[in-house]
């Protein structure tokens, strides 16, 4: 099946998405992050998009914050049969916008990165911090993602079909 006939699936923030049927993710972010997880060896993957780094209280774990969002995508990959060595990372996000002195993006990607040392997971590829957003498109059967940079983000580009 081509990409152009895979079914398309628009990730909010703060949540999770996993398939082992081919589809497309795509989701925007600005400071939030966006962790793509794909197996090489089964071949299908899955996306994250957080808002906040870390939270260290159990009532706020959820997929809000970058420590249980990343976590969390590598355990429902582990649980549909991925092994760590077979997962390859892909980060995206953590913009600044300009003019803004926020560090939000920063420590999004700092997290990310983390998570995914810790747990094993080898970083193919990063687009990150600078001053632009992103709308990214990412096949799960390919593992292949295509980012767009725009300089603002628009109601617009919200908005699901």
Not at 67 to 90: F, H
Not at 106 to 111: F, K, R
Not at 114 to 139: N, P, Q
Request: some cysteine.
């Amino acid at each position: 099946m081509d990409i152009a006939n895979r079914p398309e699936y628009f990730l909010q923030p703060g949540y999770i998405y996993f398939t082992r049927t081919p589809a497309v993710v795509r989701t925007v972010v600005g400071t939030c992050v966006a962790v793509c997880l794909w197996d090489q060896t089964n071949q299908f993957g899955g996306m994250n998009h957080f808002l906040h780094p870390r939270t260290r209280e159990p009532e706020q774990a959820t997929p809000k914050y970058g420590n249980v969002a990343t976590a969390a995508l590598i355990r429902i990959m582990e649980d549909a049969g991925c092994r760590r060595e077979d997962l390859v990372a892909q980060i995206a996000g953590g913009a600044r916008p300009q003019g803004s002195d926020s560090t939000v993006g920063d420590a999004n990607v700092t997290v990310a990165r983390e998570v995914l040392a810790r747990k094993g997971v080898r970083v193919a590829s990063e687009d990150v911090g600078g001053t632009m957003g992103r709308k990214i498109l990412f096949d799960t059967a390919t593992g292949q993602m295509v980012i767009l940079k725009v300089h603002s983000i628009r109601e617009s580009d919200w908005v699901v079909d």
